[in-house]
């Protein structure tokens, strides 16, 4: 039998956090007792994953127990309906949980569960019956047990990424994957019960959910959650002293410090931490946040495969501006020959060398490498010998601390979201009348703004045709900036 500790939406349960007020003890029961209310549901589900289509939000968390023994497919809510369909069939999902305003983009039919009144109730939507589930039997649920037991190794989500060869892959992710970093990370950060968290990520983001809402759970600390950012009520929270931690990509803190210099006062809250991922920041805006706050903002380094958080500036150790920190406990990073890719963008298979370099491809290995792809797994990323070539460059400092250099896989990124140029060339030259088309990473459309995504398209189309044709099969943040036809 398998320790429910063992298991993240249990262990997250037993610390009495609360996300926007709800207990999150409440928000497991009440996903414990969707499945254990609903035949349909646990039929639909049966030999098959779950997935999870909402936002940031209490939801979230009942989504995530009511998947309870299966993987859970994270997905994007800016996915459009065609990358959702082939995620779904990918990962052979039976049933998906989501809202009433999202729902709209799952294929017409397919079973889901609607959220819109959790932790109160759920309807269920099988087989074109629908069936309203009263959630309110789990008051008063127990949930107790050994806070330290090590995750299992089962399923716990599947995230798509690592379109390098031209389609997103399902990363899984185990519950000891999660388990292990959530705790790592809380160390390095030094959470508590009293810290306040504004959660502004998308939870379907590794990123987002580990940082924002496994750590502070964890540790019992409290979390306000943002479906949507906002950055002038972002930026009220934070200034009236109701947050203590946030997390977020650069694009969020440039538009956090546009309306501090708007309001023309430095910041007096409550702030303890201030974390930033999911694509480079430069040293400026780090002066400029710490001028704005007092408070440093601290950089990490991580990805989808690694569960996801390698390196960090730790809280017990002066931040180091410009760099990504050190790794986390128990975890190795190294710095190794790299990894090459491919003209289509596949890596090449070559020895493991093993000598650490002072540049060259920031390499992971610890327990919260993932366990590996869904399918076409020799198209993502390579893991030798336990050690998971990132398709990253890094550099070693003399303090320790390791800088990002560049990339060697075919990516980029925008507003914190990996920009795969193979996954964009192939979605548009399946579109009639285009005879070659060309990603390239443009230049940003205004200052301190994130890179553009270029098209150059050869063939008897229109800029307004390939708009449409983009709009209707790519995710919201991956639509071009500028459209060139030849």
Known sequence: ???????????????????????????????????????????AL???????????????????????????????????PSEIAHQLSDA????????????????????????????????????????????????????????????????????YTSAMAGRPLGAILSHRNLLFNARSTVGVVGNSSQDRMLALLPYSHLFGLTATCFVPLLTG??????????????AELIAGGDVTEIVGVPAVFRALLSVFARRGERVQGALRVCICGGSPLTVDV????????????????????????????????????????VSLPGVDVELFEPVSYDNLGRPTKSEMHTTPLAEGEICVRGENVFRGYVSNGDLGLSVHDGWLHT????????DGTIGFVGLIKPMFTRNGFNIYPHEIERVVSDMPGVTGVVV??????????????????????????????????????????TILIR
């Open 440 to 481: 390239t990473e443009g230049a940003p459309p205004a200052p301190d703004k994130e890179p553009d995504i270029a098209l150059a398209v050869d063939g008897s189309v229109s800029e307004d045709d390939v708009k449409r044709w983009c709009a209707e099969r790519l995710s919201a943040y991956k639509q071009p900036g």
């Open 221 to 234: 600390g409290q979390i306000t959650t943002m479906a949507r950012f906002n950055p002038t009520r972002a």
């Open 391 to 398: 398709g990253d460059i890094g550099r070693r400092n003399a």
């Open 286 to 325: 780090q002066n400029r946040w710490f001028d704005a706050t007092g408070v440093e903002l601290r950089q990490g380094y991580g990805l989808t495969e690694a569960g996801p958080v390698s390196l960090f500036n730790r809280v017990q150790r002066p931040n180091v501006r410009g760099s990504l920190g």
């Open 92 to 159: 052979n999902v039976g049933a998906v949980f989501t809202s009433s305003g999202l729902a709209a983009g799952l294929p017409a039919e397919f079973p889901r569960v609607l959220l819109d009144n959790a932790p109160k109730t759920a309807e269920v939507l099988i087989a074109g019956t629908a069936r309203e589930v009263d959630l309110g039997t789990h008051l008063g649920m127990p949930i107790e047990g050994d806070a330290d037991a090590p995750g299992s190794d089962e399923e716990a989500v599947i995230v």
């Open 46 to 80: 049966s030999g098959k994953r779950s997935g999870i289509l909402l936002p940031t939000s209490p939801a979230f968390v009942v989504a995530l127990a009511a998947s309870e023994g299966r993987g859970a497919v994270l997905i994007n809510p800016l996915a459009s």
């Open 1 to 43: 039998m398998i320790d429910p500790f063992s298991l993240v939406p249990l262990s997250i349960a037993a610390h009495d956090g609360r996300v926007d007020g709800f207990e999150a003890q409440q928000l497991v029961a009440a996903g414990l007792t969707a499945l254990r209310r609903s035949v349909p549901l646990v039929r």
